[in-house]
């Protein structure tokens, strides 16, 4: 007679033990033993995914009382799992990674009464988020490490924390890459961490103004059209932004910041013109013009108005559009000489 035994589960913390132990023996230099510990891996997230979801977690009002549930994030947490799964998350596999990504976001809705404790977790881990910041180094890893971000996003204090990181300034080599789907992603991530809540927003742009700007001008002058579009489109919500109106003002002061706009203004993609014309009009509205804005402005001025003028007048049947193009003309043909500052 033949008996069959069914392997008994492994709980929570013998699964994140187990985890730590498999990552550590993926990194031998043996092929067989790399693809038994990546195995042994992909294994123990799959069941630390399925403790959460039969745990409720992964639901809208989650059962925070389930105590499998709550000792397995509680593993995570304290053994610092979270940054070693992100770190290494380009060498499992893609379901694994994918299975990663959602334990990611399930622990993040996680509440406990009014405490959200994985996100007190990443504010006083940066190191976790600037992780995922450089994930998007890694084609493997880069969409779910920029699902993890997004979702990071979505609360205003890991938006903070994120901006704060030098890692940060990454994104302006991640958006300039050469795989399309990990420059969208990764422009995608940081349009929302410069958008999404405004106060850290404007605090970083304040605090890092010349730096992120001077980064930010390289961008605009990109070889590759969807970047320098987007990256208009994203210069345009920010300077209209009322809650940026200093670094608008400091931006709309540079004369080499106009003659970049009216490089744009004068692209031959009609899209470019067309969101570098958002950014023009703030140039001539500015009352308290600097001397080399309103000198470039004045010598160019009858070449603006006629330019205009004719300015994608298919569009003419928006009224807004039409009604700003007539007041740009106005202003500009009111310019004088400028005086000297």
């Known amino acids: 007679m033949n008996f069959f035994f069914k392997s008994k589960q492994k709980g929570p913390v ?15 230099t043996g092929e067989q033993q790399r693809t038994k510990a990546n195995d042994e891996i992909s294994r123990n997230v799959a069941s630390m995914l399925q403790i959460l979801r039969d745990g409720g977690a992964d639901k809208k009002v989650p059962d925070t009382t389930s105590e499998q549930v709550a000792q397995l994030a509680q593993e995570i947490y304290t053994t610092e799992l979270l940054p070693l799964l992100i770190g290494n998350l380009a060498r499992l596999e893609f379901e694994t990674r994918k299975e990663v990504s959602i334990i990611f976001g399930i622990l ?3 509440k406990i009464g009014s405490r959200e404790p994985t996100i007190d977790y990443l504010v006083s881990r940066k190191n976790v988020l600037a992780a995922l910041v450089c994930g998007y180094a890694s084609p493997d890893a880069a969409i779910f490490c920029g699902n993890m971000l997004r979702e990071c996003f979505k609360h205003e204090s890991l938006a903070k924390a994120t901006l704060s990181l030098p890692e940060f300034f990454n994104f302006f080599a991640y958006v300039e890459g050469d795989n399309f789907d990990v420059i969208s992603d990764a422009f995608t991530s940081f349009r929302d961490a410069l958008t999404k809540f405004k106060a850290p927003a404007v605090a970083f742009l304040t605090d890092n103004y010349d730096s992120f700007f001077a980064q930010y001008a390289v961008l605009l002058r990109s070889d590759n059209y969807v970047v320098r579009r987007q990256s208009l489109k994203l210069l345009g919500e920010i300077l209209l932004e009322h809650k940026n109106f200093h670094v608008m003002m400091a931006y709309i002061k540079q004369g080499d910041n106009l003659k970049m706009t009216m490089n744009a203004l004068n692209d031959k993609s009609k899209s470019i013109q067309y969101e570098a014309f958002h950014i023009f009009k703030i140039f001539v509205a500015n009352p308290t013009k600097t001397y080399d804005v309103h000198n470039i402005l004045y010598k160019n001025k009858d070449k603006l108005v006629k330019f205009l003028s004719d300015f994608q007048n298919d569009k003419n049947s928006d009224e807004q559009f039409r009604d700003e193009k ?3 003309v106005r202003e500009i043909k009111r310019l004088g000489a400028p005086k000297p500052e």
């Open 14 to 28: 013998e699964l994140v033990k187990a985890t730590h132990d498999a990552m550590a023996r993926a990194d031998t």
């Open 108 to 110: 993040l809705r996680r």
């Open 326 to 328: 007539v007041y740009l």
